[in-house]
């Protein structure tokens, strides 16, 4: 983590604005004057942002890597400083994890929109965002933290490679129109939507990072912010149709058009643009001025945008590419004499073949049937022995009736272990999560006997629960402290699993995932989880990790049953 991340949120990207942000800025007189004496002067930050000299200077706060903030985020790396508020890559150290911190004075100017802005952010839930994980107030400071992805990819850093593929380019204008227009049902705007504002994982799934937070720290408004946010998005298809910023002006390391022809379509600027992905970016972008192609009305709304495209023939994924096989050479059992007639050398005298001897006349088989008799004389006198045995041991038994004593053998104890335990009750267990609940009207069917029935966790866009948090489960009350034996877990797909329990002496359930100690872990679709050594407890904690698939861009833990046994 000693580099910059592609993932960092630098919501400062002073790669250059696009005439969207240009013009919401216009309502956003900041004014950072110069810190050495151009008060006469309009200064411009690295957007071209004009900037008023009569402004109050805006300190950034002077905060160094190390510094602790509510003695749990580390500041790592400064990414950003500007207009008084500054970005660092941080340290979580409670769940030891890499977070992204937005620092400014709380008497900022800024400061209580940018609070709000965190706030409404964090209550949306989606995760098609990078989602805000706390937004403080304290010791004068503002500070909002947020996810760090660190193996995602900036837009950015993709359109430097060149223009994206069709499909590529489709689940793109997809996946960002449908999430913009679910925050816009939830009144949040983004209204600085860039390249660098749009992340892709690993796992090709789009998030969109800064959601109201970058325009609340600039200070950016806009009068219509629904057609605001779609000229942006289809601002971004241009881009990755072209590998050209759709403006005159260049950005975000894009070329931009040429001067005084306008904004022209797509699949004229670039050959072999996909048409129906040309239109749509033409729609988009008619906010502007410009018209589209076939003169099919502008998309003014993210909702109508995701319509559009939704109603466009699906782009497929290019077919995948595999190396030719290597040149097909003859063995030497394909260029031999199998099956053929092979002409006989005319010099070669005729060799007389000897014959055999019989099969058991030879040196080998005289040994070998030598060593038969052996064994067959053996195994008489063997058998003649036992017999004889036999008889001495019944004589002597008939002669001496009632000598012999049998000591009576030391009583056993019942073995208790593998017996059922019930399970008396059961709840959902989240305490990292940010409602702390995961499906509570669900949890029954965990361990209702049927298999049919199942208690799931919310979904996630990667394995390891979206990098949100270390685990989800469930926690079993026994009803009374008493010996775990083995915990069956049956799993509706590949799931890693750990196993928890509380102390013996708890009478109510810990409430973090520090009351609770590991046990046992597995993985697997049926998981047999057993305590290395002897457990008494009375709460069980069956504690999901990794989560399978659920084949709609989401992994989900579905727990169909549990049975725990002494």
Avoid at 84 to 94: C, I, L, T
Avoid at 313 to 327: G, S, T
Avoid at 328 to 344: N, V
Avoid at 485 to 513: H, K, M, N, Q, Y
Wanted: charged share 25%; glycine share 8%.
């Amino acid at each position: 983590m000693a580099e910059r991340s592609t993932a960092a949120v630098d919501v400062a990207d002073n790669s250059g604005d696009d005439p969207l942000a240009a013009k919401a800025d216009k309502a956003a007189n900041d004014g950072v004057a110069e810190a050495h004496g151009a008060a006469d002067e309009s200064a411009q930050d690295n957007d071209g942002e004009g900037r008023s000299s009569e402004q109050p200077v805006i300190t950034t706060p002077e905060l160094h890597s190390g510094h602790k903030l509510a003695r749990r985020y580390r500041l790592e790396e400064c990414v950003t400083r500007l207009d008084g508020f500054s970005s660092w890559r941080a340290v979580d150290e409670k769940l030891r994890r890499a977070v992204g911190v937005h620092l400014l004075p709380a008497d900022h100017p800024r400061a209580r929109s940018v609070l709000a802005a965190a706030r409404s952010s964090a209550l949306l839930g989606d995760p098609r965002f990078v989602q805000v994980l706390d937004a403080v107030e304290e010791n004068d400071l503002v500070y909002v933290v947020h996810e760090w992805l660190p193996d995602a990819t900036e837009l950015t850093a993709l359109l430097a490679a060149g223009p994206m593929e069709p499909h590529d380019a489709y689940q793109l204008v997809s996946q960002v129109s449908q999430a913009m227009a679910a925050a816009h049902r939830e009144g949040l705007a983004h209204l600085r939507l860039t390249p660098s504002a749009v992340l892709r994982s690993s796992t090709g799934q789009y998030r969109i990072r800064g959601l109201a937070v970058n325009a609340a720290l600039r200070g950016i408004t806009a009068e219509r912010p629904q057609r605001t946010d779609t000229e942006a998005i289809g601002a971004l298809l241009y881009a990755a149709l072209t590998q050209r910023w759709p403006y005159e002006n260049d950005a975000h390391g894009l070329s931009g058009l040429p001067k005084d022809v306008g904004l022209i379509a797509p699949d004229q600027v670039r050959a072999g643009v996909h048409r129906g992905l040309s239109e749509i970016a033409m729609r988009a972008l008619a906010n502007d001025g410009a018209t589209a192609s076939r003169q099919e009305p502008a998309c003014t709304t993210p909702d109508e945008l995701a319509k559009a495209v939704a109603a466009m023939p699906r782009i497929r994924p290019p077919e995948p590419v595999f190396p030719a096989p290597a040149e097909y050479q003859r063995t030497t059992y394909q260029q031999g004499s199998y099956g053929r007639s092979q002409p006989r050398p005319h010099a070669a005298p005729t060799q007389q073949m000897m014959a055999p001897p019989a099969p058991l006349e030879s040196r080998t088989g005289k040994a070998l049937k030598w060593a038969v008799s052996a064994l067959l004389i053996a195994a008489l006198g063997l058998g003649s022995w036992q017999v004889a045995d036999k008889l001495l041991d019944k004589e002597t038994a008939t002669a001496d009736p009632g000598t012999t004593q049998t000591v009576p053998s030391k009583e056993k104890k019942p073995d208790l272990s593998g017996k059922p335990i019930a399970i008396v009750d059961a709840h959902d267990f989240d305490p990292l999560g940010r409602d702390g609940a995961e499906k509570p009207q669900e949890i029954k069917n965990a361990y209702d006997d049927d298999t049919s029935s199942y208690w799931q966790t919310d979904g996630y866009l990667r394995a390891d629960l979206g990098g949100l948090k270390p685990g989800v489960g469930i926690v079993l009350d026994l009803g009374k402290a008493q010996p775990v034996g083995t915990v069956d877990v049956t799993f509706r797909g590949e799931t890693s699993v750990e196993l928890r329990t509380a102390a013996a002496d708890d009478t109510s359930a810990p409430s973090g995932i520090d009351g609770f100690s590991e046990v046992a872990s597995g993985s697997g679709s049926k998981v047999t989880l057993k305590p290395a050594k002897p457990v008494t407890t009375r709460y069980v904690l069956v504690w999901l990790t990794n989560l399978p698939s659920g084949g709609d861009g989401y992994w989900r833990g579905k727990v169909t049953d549990i049975k725990i046994t002494s």
